[in-house]
């Protein structure tokens, strides 16, 4: 049956990039598997359990994968890595004598997901640094740009775009920090045998070399090894790794949703990139979807699902082992990676297309930010001698009636009408209320904070 008569995971073809895709390969995975038994049986080699000739041999079919030929034999044995197992040694006659020696099949294959999941982790960093480098310089060329503030969806106070951007900005610094130190933490299950306890491996070199023995390995693998496993590393670690990449995507979703709601036509002040030829409905052609900004939100719903399964896997893994975490880390492990991937490509793509419309960022400044000055008019009514509850009753029947002056299509008469307001003009002459309703002298800190963030991004990448 040809690929397109039968189900194709959209993570095969259509989300992530092709070198994720061959990280976690079926190639890449057989790959890694015969990489393991060779550096198995050349260390085995230095306490006399394989001969050079063996090794020669070995490694002249290290990389002859036969899919077909392993399918093959798996469809008589039924396990995908014994069937590979058989194929390499059909492939090295001499060699395949004294392929995995002493081990069990999760010496071979936790071994090679962790080395896939480093690999993994270098990439979703390397996008990450990407996208955080190009949001620092985005938050800073905005540190000082007035917006209009939202809470519940409804208009608050001006803050700065740079600052809103900043809060996804210290977010993905955090979620960076997670990732580095699980790449620098990250461990394989060693070679252990059936149960953990190095049975076999002991009796094929002697207990007193075990530690020399999984050193060397170690060496060789480039890959450090938990102190104790059963027959499977411990799955904590790969929870605590689709756990943080849910995190990642969470703080994605926050983003790629807040530009939907802004980029909606009531406030239209962000508008992620749009194609000269790209379609936006098939049924209504002046559709612009905000099509990246949905795809993130999409796989990033779909992620944050995935740290239930990981969890399962570790807290249900009865005494040494049990399989009921084989069939589903066949997909959570590549799946987990390829959405992440994808969610980082498209964010970025959003963030260097990122447009800003000033005429509809100044018009909801001009509508909104009016009612949050009145604070600032009550304070100053109070400082200069005006009673404070009836000042704010005053402010309070003026920010109304400019509601539903707005509601009927009008501009907001609010600074007029307090100008016109004959006791609060006795206490404060329009030109103080001008100023007062200013929105560039009422956002705070906000453009310090927002530039210091920039360059607590910029130090962090730096520092690699």
Same mark, same amino acid.
């Given at each position: 049956?040809?690929?397109?008569?039968?189900?194709?995971?959209?993570?095969?073809?259509?989300?992530?990039?092709?070198?994720?895709?061959?990280?976690?390969?079926?190639?890449?995975?057989?790959?890694?598997?015969?990489?393991?038994?060779?550096?198995?049986?050349?260390? /085995?080699?230095?306490?006399?359990? =394989?001969?050079?000739?063996?090794?020669? %041999?070995?490694?002249?079919?290290?990389?002859?994968?036969?899919?077909?030929?392993?399918?093959?034999?798996?469809?008589?044995?039924?396990?995908?890595?014994?069937?590979? #197992?058989?194929?390499?040694?059909?492939?090295?006659?001499?060699?395949?004598?004294?392929?995995?020696?002493? =081990?069990?099949?999760?010496?071979?294959? %936790?071994?090679?997901? &962790?080395?896939?999941?480093?690999?993994?982790?270098?990439?979703?960093?390397?996008? #990450?640094?990407?996208?955080?480098?190009?949001?620092?310089?985005?938050?800073?060329?905005? &540190?000082?740009?007035?917006?209009?503030?939202?809470?519940?969806?409804?208009?608050?106070?001006?803050?700065?775009?740079?600052?809103?951007?900043?809060?996804?900005?210290? %977010?993905?610094?955090?979620?960076?920090?997670?990732?580095?130190?699980?790449?620098?933490?990250?461990?394989?299950?060693?070679?252990?045998?059936?149960?953990?306890?190095?049975?076999?491996?002991?009796?094929?070199?002697?207990?007193?070399?075990?530690?020399?023995?999984?050193?060397?390995?170690?060496?060789?693998?480039?890959?450090?090894?938990?102190?104790?496993?059963?027959?499977?590393?411990?799955?904590? /670690?790969?929870?605590?790794?689709?756990?943080?990449?849910?995190?990642?995507?969470?703080?994605?979703?926050?983003?790629?949703?807040?530009?939907?709601?802004?980029?909606?036509?009531?406030?239209?002040?962000?508008?992620?990139?749009?194609? =000269?030829?790209?379609?936006?409905?098939?049924?209504?052609?002046?559709?612009?979807?905000?099509?990246?900004?949905?795809?993130?939100?999409?796989?990033?719903?779909?992620?944050?699902?995935?740290?239930?399964?990981?969890?399962?896997?570790?807290?249900?893994?009865?005494?040494?082992?049990?399989?009921?975490?084989?069939?589903?880390?066949?997909?959570?492990?590549?799946?987990?990676?390829?959405? &992440?991937?994808?969610?980082?490509?498209?964010?970025?793509?959003?963030?260097?297309?990122?447009?800003?419309?000033?005429?509809?960022?100044?018009?909801?400044?001009?509508?909104?930010?009016?009612?949050?000055?009145?604070?600032?008019?009550?304070?100053?009514?109070?400082?200069?001698?005006?009673?404070?509850?009836?000042?704010?009753?005053?402010?309070?029947?003026?920010?109304?009636?400019?509601?539903?002056?707005?509601?009927?299509?009008?501009?907001?008469?609010?600074?007029?009408?307090?100008?016109?307001?004959?006791?609060?003009?006795?206490?404060?002459?329009?030109?103080?209320? %001008?100023?007062?309703?200013?929105?560039?002298?009422? #956002?705070?800190?906000?453009? /310090?904070?927002?530039?210091?963030?920039? &360059?607590?991004?910029?130090?962090?990448?730096? /520092?690699?």
């Amino acid at each position: 049956m040809s690929s397109d008569e039968s189900y194709q995971s959209p993570f095969a073809w259509r989300y992530g990039s092709p070198q994720m895709r061959r990280i976690w390969s079926e190639r890449e995975k057989r790959l890694t598997w015969r990489r393991i038994w060779l550096a198995l049986a050349e260390t /085995q080699a230095e306490y006399g359990l =394989a001969s050079a000739e063996q090794i020669a %041999d070995l490694r002249r079919s290290v990389e002859r994968i036969d899919l077909p030929r392993t399918l093959q034999i798996e469809a008589e044995i039924h396990h995908d890595l014994m069937a590979e #197992l058989k194929t390499f040694a059909e492939q090295a006659p001499l060699g395949g004598a004294v392929l995995h020696l002493g =081990a069990t099949s999760m010496d071979i294959e %936790d071994n090679a997901d &962790a080395l896939r999941i480093r690999a993994g982790l270098d990439l979703i960093l390397a996008h #990450l640094n990407d996208l955080l480098a190009a949001l620092a310089e985005l938050i800073e060329q905005t &540190a000082g740009h007035a917006v209009m503030g939202f809470t519940h969806l409804q208009p608050a106070e001006p803050t700065t775009l740079g600052y809103r951007l900043a809060f996804y900005g210290q %977010d993905l610094l955090t979620v960076r920090h997670n990732l580095r130190r699980l790449r620098a933490q990250l461990r394989g299950k060693g070679f252990r045998g059936a149960v953990g306890t190095s049975a076999s491996y002991a009796d094929l070199m002697g207990s007193e070399r075990l530690g020399d023995f999984e050193q060397r390995l170690s060496q060789r693998l480039d890959l450090e090894f938990y102190p104790v496993t059963t027959q499977v590393s411990p799955r904590l /670690q790969e929870y605590q790794l689709v756990s943080d990449l849910a995190g990642l995507a969470a703080v994605m979703n926050k983003f790629a949703f807040d530009l939907r709601f802004l980029q909606s036509p009531p406030l239209g002040e962000w508008q992620e990139p749009f194609t =000269a030829k790209q379609v936006g409905s098939s049924a209504m052609p002046f559709k612009r979807n905000p099509i990246l900004a949905e795809k993130i939100d999409s796989l990033a719903r779909l992620l944050a699902s995935l740290p239930s399964i990981a969890w399962g896997n570790c807290a249900f893994s009865l005494l040494e082992r049990t399989l009921d975490d084989s069939a589903n880390r066949r997909s959570l492990l590549p799946e987990a990676f390829l959405a &992440a991937e994808e969610i980082l490509l498209a964010a970025g793509r959003v963030l260097r297309g990122l447009v800003i419309d000033e005429h509809a960022v100044r018009r909801n400044l001009e509508r909104y930010a009016p009612f949050a000055a009145t604070e600032r008019v009550l304070m100053a009514l109070a400082r200069r001698g005006g009673d404070r509850q009836a000042m704010h009753e005053r402010l309070r029947e003026h920010s109304l009636a400019a509601w539903q002056t707005m509601h009927n299509g009008q501009d907001n008469p609010l600074r007029d009408s307090l100008q016109g307001d004959p006791v609060i003009s006795a206490l404060l002459p329009a030109e103080e209320i %001008d100023r007062l309703m200013t929105v560039e002298d009422y #956002l705070g800190d906000a453009p /310090q904070r927002a530039r210091a963030m920039a &360059a607590a991004i910029r130090a962090s990448l730096a /520092q690699g």
